[in-house]
């Protein structure tokens, strides 16, 4: 059972930390056209207002999705969603990146929503499988800790990295990381300990707790 209990530990930990970097990209893509806003209308040759709908679009296609996510979480798990939304939103990061006109940066942006859509109800769902309901709080607290320095990353410091390399060089990069992680989650997240033939996690030990002192 000790085996059993670390191997469980260990592999939600990994399966953690691969569907949170997804998760953390999502929020990057959430704001980073506001930090490039400048070089996309020069690159685009465009207006404010066309920008905040290729802002939007992000959005649009995020916020439809939230509900069929949910079903697609329980239909098909954690890996299977968290696989596809990351290899859709890489496609649409090195499309946005490597976009000639505004029409494809649209449709890479939207691809991007597309993918990353999956990945709060995806990883959720992943804690509520692998991790104990005394711990499921701590968790999605440490998970939205995780989403809002995204959207750190995707504010001073995106802005500073685009005065090193291109903004188009920053997303095809952030696509091919998105890609990476979504061919570790096809081999190294699953979607239940039970999957890997483990014990569900609520037969883990609890913490040793301290008996009250008697005086």
Known sequence: MPASGASLRRLRWS???IVAGAYVLSFFHRVAPAAIAGDLAQAFHTSGVALGVLAATYFYVYTVMQIPTGVLADRFGTRRIVTVGGLLAGAGSVAFGAAPTFAVATIGRTLVGLGVSVMFVALLKLVAEWFR?????????????L???GAILSAAPLAWLVTVV??????????????????????????RPQDVG?????ALPAPAQRSAVRG
């Not at 952030?174 to 979504?182: E, H, I, K, M, P």
């Not at 483990?198 to 609520?202: F, N, R, T």
Request: hydrophobic residues 55%.
């Open 15 to 17: 399966a953690y930390a």
């Open 133 to 145: 309901e005394r711990e499921f709080a701590t968790m999605a607290g440490v998970t939205v800790f």
């Open 147 to 149: 989403g809002n320095m």
């Open 166 to 191: 291109s903004w188009r060089t920053v997303f095809v990069a952030t696509g091919v990381v998105s890609v990476v992680l979504a061919v570790l989650c096809r081999f190294f997240v699953h979607d």
């Open 198 to 202: 483990l014990g569900s996690p609520h």
